[in-house]
């Protein structure tokens, strides 16, 4: 059972991937921050491998998690953890996650939206993310887990650098994400191999490729003025001047990861 959820866990990690990253920038250039993410592609290849369950034993939820207020409501429980563990807690304040599950429909999709003060306070968010996406993931099992630490390799977000200097907002993006993920799933296929279940392993990664194929990155940024140009020429603009939408298929990014970068110079 192990060895499903792990593999599984990968086809978390590839269909999230199909993403709308979103900020919106006030004048100060303080806003907020969401990744929109569809699951359901892992939803019906889940489904599809176990077996088949009563209608009336399917998971279905539609609900916001609001942080701040869940701080509030366990603020004695939370006293009690390490000064480690409060750290990265008090960094979710302020933090929204809606999960909206349909299992006998095969949909999953949540998001997760946070404020911030400046361009720089941008430096963490994806840490951020990548603490609700354990909790999301918590939400969306069903008691099994991979071993924490292949689990947390499958699931990180890398960095991701942003700045907003002379008037031009850049976002860069490191070239490890997509080669350390394929050098995780080669692992898992060996030790598929090693135990006799390569059939299986072919099988989830046929399914895998078809999901891959199809994702998406979608990036849309707002700002208080109006653009004056874009680096990317297949980003566009919208009729106000004021958001850039850049859409980059995942087959693309594999192959080169600085496609993601992109740099918006606004009117002064």
């Not at 889940?46 to 279905?60: H, I």
């Not at 960095?159 to 898992?188: C, G, H, M, W």
């Not at 958001?243 to 600085?258: G, L, M, Q, R």
Request: aromatic residues 8%.
């Amino acid at each position: 059972m192990k060895k499903v959820v792990l593999l599984l866990s990968v086809l978390v990690f590839i269909t999230s991937c199909n993403v709308t990253e979103s900020i919106v920038f006030k004048e100060n250039m303080a806003g907020e921050y969401k990744s929109s993410f569809d699951l359901s592609p892992m939803m019906q290849i889940a489904g599809s491998q176990g077996p088949t369950k009563p209608e009336s034993e399917m998971k279905k939820m539609d609900t916001t998690i609001v942080f701040s207020d869940l701080f509030k409501t366990h603020m004695d429980s939370i006293a009690t953890l390490s000064v480690e563990e409060r750290a990265k807690l008090e960094k979710l304040k302020g933090m929204i996650v809606h999960v909206n599950m349909d299992e006998a429909n095969k949909v999953f999709e949540f998001s997760m939206t946070k404020p911030f003060q400046s361009v720089k306070d941008l430096k963490t968010i994806n840490d951020q993310m990548d603490e609700a996406f354990g909790i999301v993931k918590d939400i969306g099992s069903e008691g099994e887990a991979a071993p924490e630490d292949q689990m947390d390799e499958l699931t990180k977000v890398e960095e991701v650098n942003y700045t907003f200097v002379n008037n031009t907002f850049s976002r860069v993006q490191p070239a490890s994400l997509i080669k350390k993920t394929e050098d995780e799933t080669e692992a898992v296929e060996g030790d598929d191999e090693a135990t006799g279940e390569s059939d299986f392993g072919k099988q989830i990664e046929m399914q895998f490729e078809e999901i891959f194929a199809g994702a998406f990155y979608t990036l849309t940024y707002t700002f208080p003025r109006k653009v004056k140009s874009v680096s990317n020429a297949n980003a566009t603009v919208s009729e106000d001047g004021k958001t850039v939408h850049y859409k980059v298929a995942w087959s693309e990014i594999n192959k080169d990861e600085t496609v993601m970068n992109l740099d918006v110079v606004l009117e002064d």
